[in-house]
């Protein structure tokens, strides 16, 4: 039996990515990694799984953010479903054979790239460098390709994408209410591949009795997919009342403190 404090504490780490996700574009793994590694490592998990199990139950999670996400940017007519569709065969193959990567890489080499790439992401989001007014959006095998790359490194990361498909999609001139809206439907396809290879590809780490299947923990799942699918909404109705610059350096910020807890926590 789940103790009250886990429940609680997964809740409440729901909440806050699926508003952050609705807000700014992204699936939440930034912060929902850093936090189920220190969860588990407090659980006993092993040392050697413990980023593995994180990353596939954050990933996990990120398919009813994404859901509740994408619906509510659908109906503000915020996404560019041409878009989606053409990055979404690259996103697929390139995350689900990224999470076959992941499972020879260890949990120390996981997290210092997460961190890595949290803190390239942070700056990004801090300076929020705008893009060549002189880009158009690229054609079908530039989508693909770039649904390829943004799919294998959101495996590694367990993102839903946001984190690169929206400076990708801004740099190429689209509107920053698009771009979000359309990386929170991208979300989508990242999460479902990703929670798939995940879940085959660390089977024999199973453990039923303790709602353990693959390198994803089930009542996590449940309990953080539970929250955020109601706060996602909310967060993606305040991207028009917000000021979204201000948050996203705070957020930002947020991002670098939580990758440099979870380096020292498996380090």
Same mark, same amino acid.
């Given at each position: 039996?789940?103790?009250?404090?886990?429940?609680?504490?997964?809740?409440?780490?729901?909440?806050?990515?699926?508003?952050?996700?609705?807000?700014?574009?992204?699936?939440?793994?930034?912060?929902?990694?850093?936090?189920?590694?220190?969860?588990?490592?407090?659980?006993?998990?092993?040392?050697?799984?413990?980023?593995?199990?994180?990353?596939?139950?954050?990933?996990?999670?990120?398919?009813?953010?994404?859901?509740?996400?994408?619906?509510?940017?659908?109906?503000?007519?915020?996404?560019?479903?041409? =878009?989606?569709?053409? /990055?979404?065969?690259?996103?697929?193959?390139?995350?689900?054979?990224?999470? +076959?990567?992941?499972?020879?890489?260890?949990?120390?080499?996981?997290?210092?790239?997460?961190?890595?790439?949290?803190?390239?992401?942070? @700056?990004?989001? +801090?300076?929020?460098?705008?893009?060549?007014?002189?880009?158009?959006?690229?054609?079908?095998?530039?989508?693909?390709?770039?649904?390829?790359?943004?799919?294998?490194?959101?495996?590694?990361?367990?993102?839903?994408?946001?984190?690169?498909?929206?400076?990708?999609?801004?740099?190429?001139? @689209?509107?920053?209410?698009?771009?979000?809206?359309?990386?929170?439907?991208?979300?989508?396809?990242?999460?479902?591949?990703?929670?798939?290879?995940?879940?085959?590809?660390?089977?024999?780490?199973?453990?039923?009795?303790?709602?353990? +299947?693959?390198?994803?923990?089930?009542?996590?799942?449940?309990?953080?997919?539970?929250?955020?699918?109601?706060?996602?909404?909310?967060?993606?109705?305040?991207?028009?009342?917000?000021? @979204?610059?201000?948050?996203?350096?705070?957020?930002? @910020?947020?991002?670098? =403190?939580?990758?440099?807890? /979870?380096?020292?926590?498996?380090?």
């Amino acid at each position: 039996m789940l103790d009250p404090e886990w429940i609680a504490g997964f809740l409440v780490l729901g909440t806050f990515v699926g508003f952050m996700a609705g807000l700014l574009g992204i699936g939440g793994g930034g912060i929902m990694v850093p936090a189920l590694t220190s969860i588990f490592l407090i659980q006993g998990v092993p040392l050697d799984s413990v980023v593995h199990l994180a990353l596939g139950t954050s990933m996990a999670s990120i398919i009813a953010t994404s859901l509740a996400s994408l619906r509510a940017h659908h109906a503000n007519g915020g996404v560019l479903w041409p =878009v989606v569709r053409g /990055m979404t065969p690259g996103i697929i193959v390139g995350t689900f054979v990224a999470t +076959f990567v992941a499972k020879y890489i260890s949990s120390a080499q996981l997290a210092i790239f997460f961190a890595l790439f949290m803190g390239a992401v942070s @700056v990004q989001m +801090f300076l929020n460098k705008k893009p060549k007014p002189s880009r158009e959006l690229s054609g079908s095998a530039g989508l693909l390709a770039a649904g390829s790359g943004i799919g294998a490194i959101s495996a590694l990361v367990s993102i839903g994408g946001g984190s690169l498909t929206v400076p990708f999609l801004s740099w190429q001139n @689209v509107e920053i209410r698009k771009a979000i809206g359309t990386s929170a439907a991208i979300g989508l396809p990242i999460s479902v591949a990703g929670t798939l290879g995940y879940l085959l590809n660390g089977w024999e780490n199973s453990s039923p009795e303790n709602y353990t +299947f693959g390198f994803i923990y089930l009542p996590a799942v449940l309990l953080i997919s539970a929250a955020s699918f109601f706060t996602a909404p909310l967060g993606a109705r305040m991207v028009h009342r917000l000021p @979204v610059p201000i948050l996203k350096k705070i957020f930002a @910020v947020l991002l670098v =403190v939580l990758g440099v807890k /979870m380096l020292f926590s498996v380090l």
